[in-house]
């Protein structure tokens, strides 16, 4: 019903940047009516969100971790979701997954149901 397709992980050195995207391919419903989410995972760690933007992308949530970091948007036309990274410190390292929701308003303590495989991010002084 939602499948969701995570790339643009790769290594990079502290203070770099990189830029996560995330296509989704919906059957029933239209993008614009789900919300979307960033996650991460760091070996040994619990999942932790990361940025939750709502079905139109006017509502906007971080976590205190990446705030003034990351910046996350979206193109309903494209159904297609980024995490532009800037400023990355090594404990940005984790496999990044994108998540989405069917409600119009979300935030960083949204459940979501539908998931994407992943991609990692590695982040080396």
């Known amino acids: 019903q939602v499948q969701l397709v995570e790339s643009g992980g790769g290594s990079v050195q502290t203070g770099g940047s990189l830029t996560l995207s995330c296509s989704a391919t919906?059957?029933?419903?239209?993008?614009?009516?789900?919300?979307m989410g960033w996650f991460r995972q760091a070996q040994g760690k619990e999942r932790e969100v990361v940025a939750a933007?709502?079905?139109?992308?006017?509502?906007?949530d971080y976590h205190r971790a990446v705030k003034g970091r990351f910046t996350v948007s979206r193109d309903n036309a494209k159904k297609t979701l980024t995490l532009q990274m800037n400023s990355l410190k090594d404990e940005d390292t984790a496999m990044y997954y994108c998540?989405?929701?069917?409600?119009?308003?979300?935030?960083?303590?949204?459940?979501?149901?539908?998931w994407g495989q992943g991609t990692q991010v590695t982040v080396s002084s």
């Open positions: 998540a989405a929701e069917r409600v119009g308003y979300c935030s960083t303590g949204t459940n979501f149901t539908y």
């Open positions: 933007i709502s079905s139109g992308g006017g509502s906007i």
């Open positions: 919906i059957l029933k419903y239209t993008y614009g009516t789900y919300c």
